[in-house]
């Protein structure tokens, strides 16, 4: 057994996905020694297995989908899809699963990076064990960051343990599309790679155990997908009880409450994420088995720490709970960075947190939906208006215009905002602004919304509201 190293930096930041690796390299910059810690490759689970592989694989996609909307408005499109080129340019991207180039990229700046696995083993103490067995024991003197995001969670299903079932990860790294797939989750994960894959050639099932898809959004956006995805020839189920799993002979089998089966050569398991808090030694944070996230204040300081510290922690990231996005864990590294470095400034406002789900039509969301808003108990009036009775949409054409803009209202502000269409996530941009800032709704009825946009919906629905 390799001696234990020790050492006193001036911080750790212990994960390096999209929020540590930021965090620790602006740390760096000002000048502290940091020690950034990941087990896995520097970047995090969005340049490798997440956010931008799967939208490599959702361009490509898309670029078969709008092909096949040529006949009727020019000419004539044969398209014959291949996933040869989808799989290479992912791996491209990704470099093959290979971190150097942003591992140089902080130690350029003047980082240390150490690759191990990193626990929490006293207020104020990190171990990490190394590949090579190596311990290092580190108590930094100003500040511990934990930034180690989440991982794909599995339900409890009898059987799927025990067969080679498919998380995100995996179906990133496929060099084949298989005939058929099945996948556990009409979610973001589910739909965009559903989508996606139907739409290169793979004969696609989606079983959902809620009432829609995207549940966490508005029903309408649910209603949406179900209509978009079962025209592209996806096979959507939802409130569906999956009660077994079988594999047999390379083919999985799905056993559901009502008597329902499906089979498929694949299953994607994308019913959401679990954060590893017993790898993380939560218990020293004080944080038992039922905790779903690390609790932090308006600054990202790990709340209960405070005075029994001997050196700050900050959480930051998917750990946090506030929401599983790569935007949210840039945000939180920003506001923790300033907390770290007694700058000051904003804390954290959770009030418009953007949302943008990757399909075709893409759904965009800010703030609060019209539910969550009613339950919040707010003088809660909406106004919708489909992209189809636009301008935009008529030009556009009838295959390929579906979508619509949605606003929530809480007297004279808008709360939350859906815009679904094709740039959904582009018009949500105007949208996440009117929430964040609170634009008053009269200033938002006397904007000028450029002509024929699809943008100019907002101001449709903004008049009705007005
Ligand atoms: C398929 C997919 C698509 C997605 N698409 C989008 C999208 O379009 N837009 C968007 O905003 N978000 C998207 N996300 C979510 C996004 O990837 C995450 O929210 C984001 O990566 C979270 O960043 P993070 O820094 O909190 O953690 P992560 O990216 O999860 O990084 C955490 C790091 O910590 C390391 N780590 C964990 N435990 C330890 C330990 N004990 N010791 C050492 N290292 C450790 C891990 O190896 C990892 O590198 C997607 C996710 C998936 C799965
Ligand atoms: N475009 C984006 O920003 C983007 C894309 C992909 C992922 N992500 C992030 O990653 C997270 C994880 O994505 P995800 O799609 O795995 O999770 P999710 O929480 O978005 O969706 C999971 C879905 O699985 C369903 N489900 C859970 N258990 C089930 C079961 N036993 N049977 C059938 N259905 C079941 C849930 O009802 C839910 O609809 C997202 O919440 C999001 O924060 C973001």
Redesign the pocket.
Known sequence: MPATVRETPDAVV???????EDLAGRLADAGLDVVG??????????PY???IP??IMVRSADLVGEARRIPGMAGIARVHPEFRPVARRVRQATDDWNDKVAVDRFTGRGGRFLR????LTAPGEVTVLGADERETVLRPRQAIVL????E?AAPPVPGLAATPYWT?REL?EAEELPESLLIIGGG??GL??GQAWQRLGCAVTVVEAGPQLLGREEPESGDLLTQVLSADGVSVHTGVEVQGVEYRDGRFQLLCKRGERFSADRLLVATGRRI?LD??GGGVLGLGSEARAVPVDERLRVVGTQGSWPVGIWA????TGKG??????MYQADVAVRAILGQGGAPARYHAVPR?T?TDPEIGAVGLTEAQARAEGRRVRTAQTELSASSRGYIHGSNGNAGFVKLVADGDTLVGATSAGPSGGEVLGLLSLAVSARIPIAELAATIWAYPTFHRAVGTAVAELA
């Open positions: 212990i994960g390096m996905g999209p929020g540590g810690v990941d087990e896995r490759l520097v970047g995090g689970e969005c297995w997440g956010c799967s939208k191990g696995t990193a626990r930034a180690t995001g989440s794909p995100n990133i973001a994960i965009e790679l590893a790898r993380i930051i990231g998917d750990v599983a996005f790569t935007h949210m864990a943008v990757f």
